[in-house]
Nanobody
Framework: QVRLEESGGGLVQAGDSLRLSCAAS??????MAWFRRAPDQEPEFVAA????????LYSDFVKGRFTISRDNVANMLYLQMDSLKPEDTALYYC??????????????????WGQGTQVTVSS
C-alpha cells in the first residue's frame, strides 16, 4: 500500500493561485488523481494523469484553470490551481490506482488515498 501525503493548501482570495503537492512513499507506477470534497458533499473528481503523463483527464469545472503533473523520479504529484473561485473551497485529496494506468473519474477505482489538504477561497 502506497502512503500519500498532500500539502500546499491554504486560505487565498478569489483569483489567486495555489500549488498542491502529493508525496508518495514509493513509486506508484500507475494512474494518479486529485479529488475534492466540500462540506456535506460527495467526493468530486478533479483531474487524473497516467504514469508517463501522456494522458490527462479533467473535470469540466477546472478545465483551463487547473493543471495536473507528476515527477516520477521524486514520487510526487502536483495540482497547479489558477484563477481560484470560492466554489473551489474543499478538502483536496490525491489518490493512486494500484494495478492500472487508465485515468478514470470514479473514486472507487482508486485504492490509495492521502488525508487531504484544505483549500479555502474567499470572495
Amino acid at each position: 500500500q502506497v502512503r500519500l501525503e498532500e500539502s500546499g493548501g491554504g486560505l487565498v482570495q478569489a483569483g489567486d493561485s495555489l500549488r498542491l503537492s502529493c508525496a508518495a512513499s514509493e513509486r506508484t507506477g500507475h494512474a494518479m488523481a486529485w479529488f475534492r470534497r466540500a462540506p456535506d458533499q460527495e467526493p468530486e473528481f478533479v483531474a487524473a494523469i497516467t504514469w508517463s503523463s501522456t494522458h490527462t483527464l479533467y473535470s469540466d469545472f477546472v478545465k483551463g484553470r487547473f493543471t495536473i503533473s507528476r515527477d516520477n523520479v521524486a514520487n510526487m504529484l502536483y495540482l497547479q490551481m489558477d484563477s481560484l473561485k470560492p466554489e473551489d473551497t474543499a478538502l483536496y485529496y490525491c489518490a493512486a490506482r494500484r494495478t492500472t494506468n487508465i485515468v478514470v473519474r470514479d473514486p472507487t477505482l482508486y485504492q490509495d488515498w492521502g488525508q487531504g489538504t484544505q483549500v479555502t477561497v474567499s470572495s
